[in-house]
């Protein structure tokens, strides 16, 4: 598919394509500020797929869930004619880049590098996400040199009834980094797959080797060659073949490379940085405890320009922004991101069917979500055509953006204050 550029979705123009995924694409994109971004579009030819579609939307979800300074942030997903997450653009390429071009990395700094996957990945995993695709392929790094998670494209929520999105038999992610486990069923994996591929990772890492069977070590002594003695003991529990055998949680194997990373010789002057610039400082692992997951608003509104300006405000605020264009969108959006949604902002008059037949389907599907209406038309107007509102809070346009924030945080019961 690639898209015939500049692109506009939501407040995001698309003016580059960055990569071409197997089932989506990546572009870099500019806000009006001139902020940039990564957007990736599901492929048209694939979105049809409602099992492609299910993974693409559930990566946006896992992300939407998730707030560190290790993971990818999503910012903003939509639904106009193409679905899209709009994500933090990490401009330093992947750590696989990083090893293609200087070969293995210094110890101390793989170990530095692997606790700040550490610190993202057990972030994801409180909120009960195993991603099930870690390696240096999908770990990216921003301009400061920090590594972020990204590629949630086959996580699995662990939540009971989850339906798992890879039935078994159909084995998705890369066989190198994949416990033992994981190869034969994927769909009954837990965090300790994810120990497992961060194992694989560092091993990578350390030696610019992709070995296939690395939980065969104690078979195959040569596959830890080039390992430092103080780290093989850590590695060998890692990518244990029993998942009972294996280091437990990614907690416990970050606690096992900060007691080994005083005995690893400091990263030698001249290593390449990561990232575009130097590394500002050793990596302190960025804190265990997940952030709480700011909140998420779904605006339904046919004009584009006013799409906009609403996704810049609340996005400029810290909300994350699920966009959508009609009715239909809107409902499959709210579908996908159920129990993800803090409130509802939608256009009274959209193309098809109006807002308020839109409102009443989305307030079914999703009891108890707070409500803001968006309306050109005067309230004697919408009496004349048969539209009562009650009681609901009405954001009257055109409006200005302190009007759309402080309308948004009154509706979801937030102090609308003069806090900027
Ligand atoms: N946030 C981002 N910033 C910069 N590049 C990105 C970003 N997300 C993805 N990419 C680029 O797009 C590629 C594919 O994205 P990824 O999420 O790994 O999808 P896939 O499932 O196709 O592997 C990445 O390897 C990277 O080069
Ligand atoms: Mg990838």
């Given at each position: 598919?690639?898209?015939?550029?500049?692109?506009?979705?939501?407040?995001?123009?698309?003016?580059?394509?960055?990569?071409?995924?197997?089932?989506?694409?990546?572009?870099?994109?500019?806000?009006?500020?001139?902020?940039?971004?990564?957007?990736?579009?599901?492929?048209?030819?694939?979105?049809?797929?409602?099992?492609?579609?299910?993974?693409?939307?559930?990566?946006?979800?896992?992300?939407?869930?998730?707030?560190?300074?290790?993971?990818?942030?999503?910012?903003?997903?939509?639904?106009?004619?193409?679905?899209?997450?709009?994500?933090?653009?990490?401009?330093?390429?992947?750590?696989?880049?990083?090893?293609?071009?200087?070969?293995?990395?210094?110890?101390?700094?793989?170990?530095?590098?692997?606790?700040?996957?550490?610190?993202?990945?057990?972030?994801?995993?409180?909120?009960?996400?195993?991603?099930?695709?870690?390696?240096?392929?999908?770990?990216?790094?921003?301009?400061?040199?920090?590594?972020?998670?990204?590629?949630?494209?086959?996580?699995?929520?662990?939540?009971?009834?989850?339906?798992?999105?890879?039935?078994?038999?159909?084995?998705?992610?890369?066989?190198?980094?994949?416990?033992?486990?994981?190869?034969?069923?994927?769909?009954?994996?837990?965090?300790?797959?994810?120990?497992?591929?961060?194992?694989?990772?560092?091993?990578?890492?350390?030696?610019?080797?992709?070995?296939?069977?690395?939980?065969?070590?104690?078979?195959?002594?040569?596959?830890?060659?080039?390992?430092?003695?103080?780290?093989?003991?850590?590695?060998?529990?890692?990518?244990?073949?029993?998942?009972?055998?294996?280091?437990?949680?990614?907690?416990?194997?970050?606690?096992?490379?900060?007691?080994?990373?005083?005995?690893?010789?400091?990263?030698?002057?001249?290593?390449?940085?990561?990232?575009?610039?130097?590394?500002?400082?050793?990596?302190?692992?960025?804190?265990?405890?997940?952030?709480?997951?700011?909140?998420?608003?779904?605006?339904?509104?046919d004009d584009p320009t006013m799409?906009?300006?609403?996704?810049?405000?609340?996005?400029?605020?810290?909300?994350?922004?699920?966009?959508?264009?009609?009715?239909?969108?809107?409902?499959?959006?709210?579908?996908?991101?159920?129990?993800?949604?803090?409130?509802?902002?939608?256009?009274?008059?959209?193309?098809?069917?109006?807002?308020?037949?839109?409102?009443?389907?989305?307030?079914?599907?999703?009891?108890?979500?707070?409500?803001?209406?968006?309306?050109?038309h005067s309230a004697e107007r919408?009496?004349?055509?048969?539209?009562?509102?009650?009681?609901?809070?009405?954001?009257?346009?055109?409006?200005?953006?302190?009007?759309?924030?402080?309308?948004?945080?009154?509706?979801?019961?937030?102090?609308?204050?003069?806090?900027?």
């Amino acid at each position: 598919m690639t898209l015939q550029l500049p692109v506009t979705l939501g407040a995001y123009t698309l003016e580059a394509l960055l990569a071409k995924g197997g089932m989506a694409e990546v572009y870099r994109a500019r806000d009006e500020a001139g902020k940039t971004y990564a957007v990736k579009v599901l492929d048209s030819a694939f979105a049809r797929r409602r099992a492609v579609r299910a993974r693409f939307e559930a990566e946006s979800r896992a992300l939407l869930a998730l707030q560190h300074p290790n993971v990818i942030r999503v910012v903003a997903v939509g639904q106009e004619g193409a679905a899209y997450m709009v994500m933090e653009l990490a401009e330093g390429g992947s750590l696989a880049d990083w090893v293609a071009r200087n070969g293995p990395m210094p110890p101390r700094l793989a170990v530095d590098v692997l606790l700040e996957i550490c610190a993202g990945v057990q972030a994801a995993h409180e909120q009960g996400i195993v991603h099930r695709d870690l390696k240096p392929e999908n770990v990216l790094i921003d301009a400061n040199g920090r590594c972020k998670v990204a590629d949630f494209g086959i996580a699995k929520f662990l939540a009971p009834d989850e339906a798992s999105l890879t039935r078994t038999g159909t084995v998705l992610g890369t066989f190198a980094y994949m416990s033992p486990e994981q190869r034969r069923d994927p769909a009954h994996v837990d965090v300790r797959s994810d120990v497992y591929a961060l194992g694989a990772t560092l091993h990578a890492l350390l030696t610019d080797r992709t070995e296939t069977d690395l939980f065969t070590w104690d078979r195959d002594p040569r596959l830890l060659a080039g390992v430092p003695e103080p780290l093989v003991p850590a590695l060998q529990h890692a990518l244990a073949f029993a998942v009972a055998d294996r280091v437990p949680s990614v907690a416990a194997l970050a606690e096992r490379l900060v007691a080994v990373r005083p005995s690893l010789s400091p990263v030698p002057a001249g290593t390449a940085p990561l990232g575009g610039r130097r590394r500002v400082h050793a990596a302190e692992p960025t804190g265990m405890g997940a952030i709480a997951r700011p909140r998420t608003v779904l605006v339904t509104e046919d004009d584009p320009t006013m799409r906009k300006i609403v996704a810049l405000v609340l996005g400029d605020a810290g909300y994350q922004v699920l966009l959508a264009e009609d009715g239909p969108s809107a409902l499959k959006l709210a579908d996908a991101y159920a129990g993800f949604i803090d409130l509802l902002i939608i256009d009274l008059v959209l193309p098809g069917e109006p807002g308020t037949y839109v409102a009443t389907a989305l307030g079914r599907a999703r009891p108890g979500v707070p409500l803001l209406f968006m309306t050109g038309h005067s309230a004697e107007r919408l009496v004349q055509r048969g539209i009562d509102l009650g009681d609901r809070p009405v954001l009257k346009k055109p409006f200005s953006p302190e009007q759309v924030l402080q309308a948004a945080r009154r509706a979801m019961g937030e102090a609308s204050g003069s806090e900027s």
